[in-house]
T-cell receptor
Framework: ETGVTQSPTHLIKTRGQQVTLRCSSQSGHNTVSWYQQALGQGPQFIFQYYREEENGRGNFPPRFSGLQFPNYSSELNVNALELDDSALYLC???????????FGSGTQLSVL | QQQVKQSPQSLIVQKGGISIINCAYENTAFDYFPWYQQFPGKGPALLIAIRPDVSEKKEGRFTISFNKSAKQFSLHIMDSQPGDSATYFCAASMLGETSGSRLTFGEGTQLTVNP
């Protein structure tokens, strides 16, 4: 048990729609990051939030955005969904810059 | 640009054997090298990690070997068990407040341990 909970577990959307994925971290985990894992690939870093502000982004367009809330929950929003956005989206959190990184089980997003 | 290359893509070993997975990195600024284990339907779970100031780290049946000059590191699983069958990912990052969660992952190795 990692203490990182993601919802929903599965989601089906249509191209062009918008989606919001949610993550709940352990108390005290003030750093949260999101990853995209395509089938058969390693996770790819999307962005990181630290104390409710984005402070690092991978090679993802602005239509990927996020929010982090004071209650250790966070969101990943994706606008104008594309077929290539179909993937497992993972949330990970840690306590401080040197803490162990805990991953949730992910949300499987399918874009049709 | 892929900064962490992992091999082999898949590996089959017999129960009790040694599983070896290799990774190579490009960015010399990386200073944290973890290995993750992922089962189907689950997120990656940290197995073991190493900093570049040591050449080897052992935790139970899992050992990381690190070669800074060659920019390579490997995972050895001793006495492999069927329960070890999973996908293994190497990763690299720079420790720190803003970069510590920014892991660069390898492509993964599907390990199958036959009974």
């Amino acid at each position: 048990e990692t203490g990182v909970t993601q919802s929903p577990t599965h989601l089906i959307k249509t191209r062009g729609q918008q989606v919001t994925l949610r993550c709940s971290s352990q108390s005290g985990h003030n750093t949260v990051s999101w990853y995209q894992q395509a089938l058969g690939q390693g996770p790819q870093f999307i962005f990181q939030y630290y104390r409710e502000e984005e402070n690092g982004r991978g090679n993802f367009p602005p239509r990927f955005s996020g929010l982090q809330f004071p209650n250790y929950s966070s969101e990943l929003n994706v606008n104008a969904l594309e077929l290539d956005d179909s993937a497992l989206y993972l949330c990970a959190s840690r306590q401080g810059p040197f803490g162990k990184l805990f991953f949730g089980s992910g949300t499987q997003l399918s874009v049709l | 640009q892929q900064q962490v290359k992992q091999s082999p893509q898949s590996l089959i070993v017999q129960k009790g054997g040694i599983s070896i997975i290799n990774c190579a990195y490009e960015n010399t600024a990386f200073d944290y090298f973890p290995w993750y284990q992922q089962f189907p339907g689950k997120g990656p779970a940290l197995l073991i990690a190493i900093r570049p100031d040591v050449s080897e780290k052992k935790e139970g049946r899992f050992t990381i070997s690190f070669n800074k000059s060659a920019k390579q590191f490997s995972l050895h699983i001793m006495d492999s068990q069927p329960g070890d069958s999973a996908t293994y990912f190497c990763a690299a990052s720079m420790l720190g407040e803003t970069s510590g969660s920014r892991l660069t992952f390898g492509e993964g190795t599907q390990l199958t341990v036959n009974p």
